[in-house]
């Protein structure tokens, strides 16, 4: 069995973050996100790994490489413009020989991949799709399966009053099983996408196409600044089982430095005295003068804080300056070596 995780996109909505880091390397909780993903395949045994990259493939390779420090045989296709995440697929077609999990490489999730591979089996499925039930399915692309699981239909984002009439709330939640013979519904060097393309190509086939609802697992998608945020908060508030957050960075933090349990902290950073961090990700090397305040707030690597100043609920990106008492507020996103001069406010 083997594994391809989408890892391509351009990641817009996660701007400014995504402009000189690629979305699937942004780090959730002090790690590359995507070893996340790698993580929960490895439980499942499952350690070659194609990653399809097309944005900033350099800065995905060169940190991940062969993948052994992870314990994964890690390989690389890249396109040489995007190619749409079916195109992304068919364009790996040489590397895939095998039934396939493919993976949206922005899903954060505690998903057991051994279950949905034991459901696509059971299922004599081609195709298999994981569901997730949300509360509100607006935003998203709504499936229907029926009572063996099989997939009826697909409706992209309807409207929030006729969510309630249609009575489903399931939506793809980004992990697939797909037989190779998927890949012959998908023209050579196109673009396309599995949303809008390939899954109704699947139904029109009449291909065993099935769908496995996720019913206990943790799942959320890190599109956009708000996602990524809440995972974070997520895993502070420990409603993500099954990854163990790394608190063993050695850092110089002031004996009259209030950092909370809850809160992460890279490796040598500084934390003065009187500054406070609650619930927060503080990457390596960061510095956070005396009475500063972060509070559920995610700083990345090699920021400097000034003194008095305070973030509360925003992102803030890697070699910034924050001056001092400078107030940065909530769903402030701050994108690398941004610099705020004393007493600003954003
Ligand atoms: P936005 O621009 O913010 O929508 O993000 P995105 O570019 O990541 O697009 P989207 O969230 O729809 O993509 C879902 C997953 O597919 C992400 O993990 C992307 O990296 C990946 N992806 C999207 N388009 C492509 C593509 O053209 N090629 C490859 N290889 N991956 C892609």
Redesign the pocket.
């Known amino acids: 069995m083997q594994a391809l995780?989408?890892?391509?996109?351009?990641?817009?909505?996660?701007?400014p973050l995504?402009v000189y880091t690629?979305?699937?390397i942004v780090p959730v909780v002090n790690r590359p996100f995507l070893l996340y993903q790698i993580e929960i395949l490895s439980r499942a045994g499952i350690s070659d790994i194609v990653?399809?990259?097309?944005?900033q493939p350099d800065k995905i390779e060169d940190l991940l490489g062969d993948g052994s420090e992870f314990g994964v045989r890690l390989r690389y296709?890249?396109?040489p413009?995007?190619?749409?995440?079916g195109?992304?697929?068919r364009?790996?077609a040489d590397e895939i020989r095998e039934t396939t999990i493919v993976?949206?490489?922005?899903?954060l999730t505690d998903l057991d991949i051994s279950d949905l591979i034991a459901f696509h089996r059971n299922q004599q499925a081609e195709a298999t799709i994981s569901l997730v039930r949300v509360e509100d399915p607006s935003t998203y692309g709504l499936v229907e399966i029926d009572p063996e699981s099989r997939v009826k239909r697909f409706l992209e984002k309807p409207a929030k009053e006729d969510v309630a009439e249609l009575g489903m709330n399931t939506i793809n939640a980004?992990v697939y099983v797909l037989e190779p013979s998927i890949l012959d519904l998908i023209p050579v060097g196109e673009?396309r996408?599995f949303e809008y393309d390939v899954f109704p190509k699947i139904l029109e086939n009449g291909k065993a196409f099935c769908g496995y609802v996720m019913e206990k697992n943790y799942w959320r998608?890190l599109?956009?600044p708000k996602s990524y945020l809440e995972a974070h908060r997520d895993f502070f508030a420990g409603g993500i089982s099954g990854f163990v957050i790394d608190r063993s960075a050695v850092s110089d933090i002031a004996t009259a430095a209030l950092v909370d349990k809850g809160s992460v902290i890279g490796t040598g950073c500084v934390i003065k005295p009187g500054a406070k961090v609650t619930l927060s990700a503080i990457g390596q090397g960061v510095h956070i003068d005396e009475k500063a305040v972060v509070e559920n707030s995610v700083i990345w690597s090699h920021t400097r804080i000034s003194a008095g100043a305070e973030i509360r609920n925003a992102i803030v990106g890697r070699s910034c300056h924050i001056g001092r008492n400078a107030t940065v507020t909530e769903g402030s996103v701050l994108g690398d070596k941004t610099s705020l001069s004393d007493y600003t406010k954003v």
């Open positions: 995780i989408l890892a391509g996109g351009k990641g817009t909505r996660l701007r995504t690629p979305k699937p990653l399809s990259l097309s944005y296709v890249t396109e413009t995007p190619m749409g995440t195109g992304a697929y364009f790996a993976l949206n490489g922005d899903i980004g673009n996408s998608d599109g956009n």
